[in-house]
């Protein structure tokens, strides 16, 4: 395997692994059987969006940190981060502003 097929694995595991937690975030998020307390736990699922945005942040931020001070193979993890990351926040914002918007429709 060359150098080239190494980074390249490790930018697609970087980003798969955040976007393993984010799917299965939104997962548990939209199926109640999932959550351990059955249904949201009258939570309303406010938990699992916080969770959702966390993630996606903290990938981002990690994924920079890893491509300034990892060697060499690892920098591409963290450039599969940081683009999961901001695929993450970019999905985040974009149901938040849905959200806001349906809101303002329906309150007069």
Do not use: Q
């Not at 395997?1 to 694995?9: G, N, P």
């Not at 059987?33 to 981002?60: E, K, R, T």
């Not at 914002?93 to 303002?104: H, Q, R």
Request: aromatic share 10%; hydrophobic share 55%; proline share 4%.
């Amino acid at each position: 395997m060359t150098e080239i097929d190494r980074a390249r694995s490790a930018a697609l595991v970087g980003f798969t692994a955040t976007a393993a937690l984010l799917v299965l975030t939104a997962a548990a998020l939209l199926n109640p059987a999932l959550d351990p307390f059955g249904g949201s736990g009258g939570g309303g699922g406010g938990g699992y969006v916080v969770a959702f945005f966390y993630i996606a942040i903290g990938s981002a931020l990690v994924g920079v940190i890893v491509r300034k001070a990892a060697p060499a193979p690892w920098r591409s993890a963290g450039s599969g981060l940081v683009l999961a990351g901001l695929i993450g926040v970019a999905v985040f914002a974009a149901l938040m502003l849905a959200v806001y918007w349906s809101l303002s429709n329906t309150i007069h």
